[in-house]
C-alpha cells in the first residue's frame, strides 16, 4: 500500500489552530462515549430487555469487533481519505445503527447494529487521536483528550441512572447516545481533510529513520496494549475487591467516583507537562504508583486504604495512557502508524475483564493483582526498549530524554 498516492494538505499550520484541535477534541469525546459507558449501556439492556449476562455481554464483545477492526483497517486508509468527509459519514452510520438498537427489539438486529455502530465509532475516534498526532503540542492535546473522554464518561454516569434510563430505560440512553453522536455534526467544518505529517517528512531522513523508528513504534504499540490489559483488569476487579472487605456497596459506588476524578487529574497533569519530562521518567512514576495503588488494594481491609488505593490506580491511566500515545505519535514520522494506538488499547480492553475473570475464578484476587503488576512491568520493559531503539535513529525525538 505504500506506493498508493497520499493525499496531499496546505500546511500544518491549519492542524494547530484552536478551532482544528477544539474539532478533534470533540470528535474524540463522541467516538469514545459508547465505550466509556459500555459497562452502563449492558446492566441497562440486561434490565430493560431481559437479557442474560452471557447475552448481554456478547453485545459488548461485538461493539468491540466492530470498533477494533475499524481503527485497525485505517492504518491503509488514514492518509488517504478526506477526513471531514469520513467523519461525516460515520456519524450518519453510527447515528443510524444507534436508532435501530433502540426501535427493534429482535437480538439478532441488536447484534448486527452493534457491530456497525461500532465500526462508525472507531472511524472518529481513529481520525481524531490521528489529528491530534499531528499537531505540535501532542503530549498536551493527548492529556487533555483522555480527560475529556473520562470527564464526559464520568457525568453520565452520574446523571443518566436518576433520569433518562428511570424514565424511558434503555432506549432513552440510546437516543441520548444518538443526539451526542448528531451533536458533534457542528464541527465537521472545522476538521481539517486531512493530516500534513507525512508530507512534511524529508525523504532522505525518512529513509534513514524508517526502519529503525517503525520497530520502535511496534513496541511501544505493544507495551500500550499490555499496560492497558494491567490497567483495566485492575479497574474491571477494584469493585469487587471492595465488595469482598465488606464495605458498602453504595460507599463503594461513591469512591469509585472520586477514583474517576483522578483519571482526569492525572491526564490534565500531563497535558501540563507535555514533553518536559520526556517519556521514560513519566513511565516510571506512572508504574511505581500503580504498584503502589495495587499493593494498597490487596490490604484494602480499611475504607480510607481503598479509597487511596483506587484513586492510585486510576491516577496512573490518566497519567500514563497520554504519555504512552505522545511518545508513539512522536516517533511515527510518516504518521501511518499513531491509528494503530486505537485498536491497542482496543484489544486491552477487551481482553482484560476475561483474562482478569478466568484468574480470579481459578485463584482468586491476589493472582489478580499479581497479574496487573505483572502487566504493568513488561510494559515498563517494552517502552524502555522502544525508547533506546528510538535514540538510535536520526529522529527529532533524539533531543526528548530517554533511557540510558
Not at 508504574?287 to 495503588?293: E, S, Y
Request: proline letters at 4%; charged letters at 10%.
Amino acid at each position: 500500500m505504500s506506493d498508493l498516492p497520499m493525499q496531499t494538505y496546505p500546511t500544518d499550520d491549519y492542524l494547530n489552530r484552536g478551532s482544528a484541535i477544539t474539532a478533534a477534541l470533540v470528535i474524540a469525546v463522541v467516538g469514545a462515549i459508547f465505550y466509556n459507558i459500555l459497562p452502563l449501556t449492558i446492566g441497562t439492556l440486561q434490565e430493560y430487555r431481559q437479557l442474560s449476562g452471557a447475552h448481554s455481554g456478547l453485545v459488548g464483545s461485538l461493539f468491540y469487533v466492530g470498533f477494533n477492526l475499524t481503527a485497525a483497517s485505517a492504518f491503509f486508509w488514514i492518509r488517504r481519505i478526506d477526513w471531514r468527509l469520513a467523519c461525516g459519514i460515520a456519524i450518519v452510520i453510527t447515528a443510524s445503527s444507534l436508532l435501530v438498537n433502540g426501535v427493534f427489539s429482535r437480538y439478532w438486529v441488536l447484534l448486527t447494529s452493534i457491530v456497525i455502530a461500532g465500526g462508525g465509532f472507531g472511524v472518529l475516534y481513529a481520525i481524531s487521536t490521528t489529528l491530534i498526532g499531528d499537531t505540535e503540542n501532542m503530549s498536551r492535546w493527548y492529556g487533555i483528550k483522555i480527560a475529556l473522554e473520562a470527564g464526559a464518561g464520568a457525568l453520565l454516569f452520574l446523571v443518566l441512572p436518576s433520569t433518562v434510563i428511570s424514565l424511558w430505560g434503555f432506549e432513552g440512553l440510546i437516543i441520548v447516545l444518538t443526539a451526542m453522536v448528531i451533536a458533534a455534526v457542528p464541527v465537521l467544518p472545522f476538521l481539517p481533510r486531512g493530516g500534513v505529517k507525512q508530507a512534511s517528512v524529508e525523504p532522505s531522513t525518512k529513509a534513514t529513520v524508517n526502519t529503525t523508528n517503525r520497530a520502535a513504534v511496534v513496541l511501544g504499540l505493544v507495551a500500550l496494549m499490555v499496560f492497558f490489559t494491567g490497567e483495566t483488569a485492575a479497574w474491571a476487579f477494584v469493585e469487587r475487591i471492595g465488595n469482598s472487605a465488606g464495605m458498602d456497596g453504595v460507599l463503594v459506588g461513591q469512591i469509585l467516583s472520586l477514583a474517576l476524578l483522578f483519571t482526569l487529574s492525572g491526564s490534565f497533569l500531563a497535558a501540563a507537562l507535555g514533553a518536559r519530562l520526556g517519556y521514560w521518567v513519566p513511565m516510571l512514576l506512572v508504574t511505581g504508583i500503580f504498584l503502589l495503588g495495587l499493593t494498597g488494594l490487596f490490604f484494602a481491609a480499611h475504607t480510607v486504604i481503598y479509597a487511596a488505593s483506587a484513586c492510585l490506580v486510576m491516577f496512573s491511566v490518566g497519567y500514563g495512557v497520554p504519555v504512552m500515545l505522545a511518545s508513539i505519535a512522536s516517533l511515527d514520522l510518516d504518521g501511518r502508524f499513531v491509528v494503530l494506538t486505537v485498536p491497542a488499547v482496543g484489544l486491552g480492553a477487551m481482553l482484560a475483564p476475561g483474562l482478569a475473570g478466568l484468574i480470579s475464578d481459578w485463584a482468586g484476587t491476589l493472582p489478580v493483582l499479581l497479574f496487573c503488576a505483572s502487566c504493568a512491568l513488561v510494559a515498563l520493559m517494552l517502552q524502555f526498549f522502544c525508547l533506546r531503539q528510538s535514540k538510535n535513529s536520526e529522529s527529532h525525538l533524539t533531543s526528548v530524554p530517554l533511557p540510558m
